[in-house]
């Protein structure tokens, strides 16, 4: 079974940068497309954003559009979520998620499962 293991997370200022990143394991990892979700205290999981198998194709939620990339590195079986000018409202835990079934056609929510255990964001103003 698919294994990820999130880190990165930790305590930032408003308008800081901070790199999480997802190791995978027991999966081909380059045949499966991957997704970032964040979850803040007493709201529904929240899809962030994903990244396509190929790499070509990458998906953000308005909300980080423009602050926040998705890279993979297959060589690393690791996917990254780069988040720049942070903002208080993006504090929650992320978690990253694969594809359910290999070279998926879309970067649709109800595609990914297989759970990482999230790793921690908090940015205070």
């Known amino acids: 079974q698919v294994q990820l293991v999130e880190s990165g997370g930790g305590l930032v200022q408003a308008g800081g940068s901070l790199r999480l990143s997802c190791a995978a394991s027991?999966?081909?990892?380059?045949?499966?497309?991957m997704a970032w979700f964040r979850q803040a205290p007493g709201k529904e999981r929240e899809f962030v954003g994903a990244?396509?198998?190929?790499?070509?194709?990458?998906y953000y939620v308005d909300s980080v559009k423009g602050r926040f990339t998705i890279s993979r590195d297959n060589a690393k079986n690791t996917v990254y979520l780069q988040m720049n000018n942070l903002k208080p409202e993006d504090t929650a835990e992320y978690y990253c998620a694969a594809e359910r079934i290999a070279y998926g056609v879309g970067l649709y929510e109800a595609n990914f499962g297989f759970w990482g255990q999230g790793t921690q964001v908090t940015v205070s103003s």
């Open positions: 990244i396509s198998w190929s790499g070509g194709n990458v």
């Open positions: 027991g999966v081909t990892f380059s045949s499966y497309s």
